[in-house]
């Protein structure tokens, strides 16, 4: 009877197509381990970068501002302003929470749709919730003669190198 049990096992164990079948599941899996390590090594080995579009803008010649006025560039989130002194850049975005403010023509101010900051057209702040003043953005000409906001970097309101004169 023990012998042919014994004799059952090892015809199963022996068995081509049973001995195979288990071969390439092994393979398999060990075959997706490998994957997953590699998966997992790639996404290590790559720097982990956030790429972001660059803080300093082209704003184009100076002669599409007319002087006096106060343009607001959406995308950018920027104002620049064309005045007696020259030309300046200013953060479009309210520094209370952070929307976008729009200059009022009508009322020569710079307005915060959300909760009603205002602004004069050199950032200064005339009433609202706003706890500062919009800042002032480095602006500069480029070789070609175009006007270059860094969105990144505040210089000093009305300081002398904040200004382009052309
Ligand atoms: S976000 Fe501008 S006043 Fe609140």
New binding site residues.
Partial sequence: MADEKTTASDEQLNDPSRREFFMKLGLGSLGIAAAGTAAFSYQYLEPNVLYEPSPVINAGKPDRYPLDSVTLDVNNGIFIVHSQEGYFSLSAV?T????L?AWKQELGIIA?P????KFEENGKKIE???PRPLPWKRIWLNDDGDLLVDRSTDVPPLARDSFVRV
């Fill in positions: 309210c209370h929470l952070g929307c403010t915060c959300c909760h009603g900051s609202g919730p706003a």
